[in-house]
């Protein structure tokens, strides 16, 4: 008798426990399956189509098409000159704002987190270009290159302003580099702030103490303590500079001739203004998919097996 009293406290707290369990697992599912909805629907099924779609000859309006194998994929490897230097193009791009954005961003985050009183002032400074959209923050600076410089340049002191900054083949690649680490270096810096706010003082201090100076603290103990933001931070810039299109479109839309062209504006261009040729672009975008998609694991698995290290 006095084990089977004992027996029904047991079972009924076991039956509780699994049904806060259930209830907790339900609750999660609930505040996910709006996001993973919106996901299905605008993310994974159109790309999903954009790879059936790669293998045909469809120009997006007719309901008939023809199946052409990988033809489309052979056509841009060997005789779309366009879309390779649309890709030498974005690779010097995503380089150059990679490594300037995190090296501008984390400098700025150390130099601002190492005042004592005006953070607040010197983040809120930085990161407010970030809360431009980037599509007006082109417009704004093709006024600023087409008619700022232009009357700057008059006086001795800006003489060096006198380019053609969006004429100029040479000269308009920085003129989107400008544009986009102007945009993005704030957001940047706020990430890696955070993360420094999160380094235990004591071994900033220890290190100190050790004698090290502000490199060797720096490299030795600051950079692996936030490893992770550094993770973050680059998965965030390589995806936007492969992916960059806006800027590109507002600011020079690919010109002078196609010498600013990036893959996303290939695309774009050859789904909507060559013929209408959805299949043939959608096997560009397949391409430009599993570029991201490689270089990313590969920059996010490096980067996290020195997170383990650190």
Not at 54 to 78: K, M, P, R
Not at 152 to 164: G, M, P, R, T, Y
Not at 218 to 242: D, E, K, R, W, Y
């Amino acid at each position: 008798m006095p084990v089977t009293e004992l027996k029904t406290p047991v079972k009924e707290a076991v039956s509780t426990k699994k049904t806060l369990f259930k209830r907790k697992h339900l609750s999660l599912i609930l505040f996910v399956l709006p996001a993973f909805v919106f996901y299905l629907i605008f993310l994974f099924i159109p790309t999903v189509g954009a790879g059936i779609y790669s293998f045909t000859d469809w120009n997006g309006l007719n309901q008939s098409y023809n199946f052409v194998g990988i033809s489309n994929y052979i056509e841009a490897f060997q005789d779309d000159k366009a879309f390779r230097h649309s890709f030498i193009f974005t690779l010097k791009y995503t380089i150059f704002v990679f490594i300037i954005q995190n090296v501008v961003a984390l400098f700025l985050a150390l130099l601002i987190e190492s005042r004592r009183k005006s953070k607040g002032f010197f983040r809120t400074i930085f990161f407010m270009p970030n809360m431009i959209s980037l599509i007006i923050s082109s417009f704004m600076f093709s006024f600023i290159f087409t008619n700022v410089f232009p009357e700057l340049s008059k006086q001795a002191v800006f003489s060096i302003l006198d380019q053609s900054w969006i004429g100029d083949p040479k000269v308009s690649f920085y003129s989107i580099l400008i544009v986009s680490l102007w945009q993005g270096i704030g957001y940047m810096m706020v990430i890696y702030m955070a993360a420094l706010q999160g380094v235990p003082k004591q071994l900033k201090e220890a290190a100190m103490i050790d004698g090290a100076n502000i490199f060797q603290r720096v490299t030795h103990v600051i950079l692996p303590m936030i490893m992770h933001a550094i993770t973050i931070c680059s998965f965030l810039t390589l995806n936007g500079a492969f992916k960059v299109f806006d800027v590109v479109y507002a600011l020079t839309q690919g010109g002078p001739g196609t010498s600013t062209q990036v893959m996303a504006l290939n695309i774009y261009e050859e789904a909507f203004s060559n013929n209408f040729r959805f299949g043939y672009a959608n096997a560009k975008a397949m391409i430009l998919f599993l570029v991201v998609l490689v270089i990313t694991l590969i920059q996010v698995s490096v980067l996290k097996r020195k997170e383990v290290e650190a």
